[in-house]
């Protein structure tokens, strides 16, 4: 049996739109940072931001939580994309963890880096979020500014797409970005 896939290469720069119909890019309804542009354009333009600055790949711990000395894993791409949208990611995980210490398997609770934690993640996602297709023949449901959680990875859906109209994912990996 052979297996047929496309390569799917990254790049450090914005890839283009290569999808040629248009998918209808859904608002949000909320605005928390009240800058006159909705949380799901303010997320996947705080993603764009933060991955333009280029931070290379270091993960360690920050005694302040947020990676501020040019360095970064994939969490802070969704950290820093939720700031930019006005929630702050560290302190919402830190609630989620004394709402529910039974769902999270922390000894000791450190809220300076939980929330850079993917498995921490995808349980604070499960209590907060809602669980969106995982299809990813049903390219519409895709929208641009979606957190996409993998097994030990996470992302930010891009509003742009490849040929099949499957959306790139605004990610940090070990020495490259995907955007």
Not at 1 to 6: E, K, P
Not at 111 to 124: A, C, P
Request: with cysteine; charged share 30%.
């Amino acid at each position: 049996a052979y297996a047929t896939f496309r390569y799917q290469r990254t790049s450090a720069s914005r890839l283009a739109d290569k999808y040629g119909v248009d998918v209808v890019q859904i608002r949000s309804s909320v605005d928390k940072d009240n800058d006159g542009i909705d949380d799901q354009t303010d997320i996947l333009e705080g993603a764009l931001t933060y991955v333009a600055s280029k931070p290379k790949y270091k993960s360690k711990y920050y005694s302040t939580g947020y990676s501020d000395d040019g360095y970064g894993v994939c969490t802070d791409v969704v950290a820093n994309a939720l700031r930019s949208a006005g929630y702050d990611l560290m302190t919402l995980v830190e609630e989620d963890i004394k709402n529910h210490p039974d769902d999270y398997n922390i000894d000791h609770p450190d809220i300076n880096i939980d929330f850079r934690r993917v498995t921490n993640l995808k349980i604070y996602f499960s209590h907060t979020a809602l669980n969106l297709t995982t299809d990813i023949f049903r390219v519409e449901e895709w929208q641009g500014g979606d957190i996409v959680v993998f097994k030990s990875h996470i992302g930010i859906v891009s509003d742009r797409r490849n040929e099949d109209g499957v959306p790139y994912v605004i990610q940090k990996e070990m020495d490259f970005w995907i955007s």
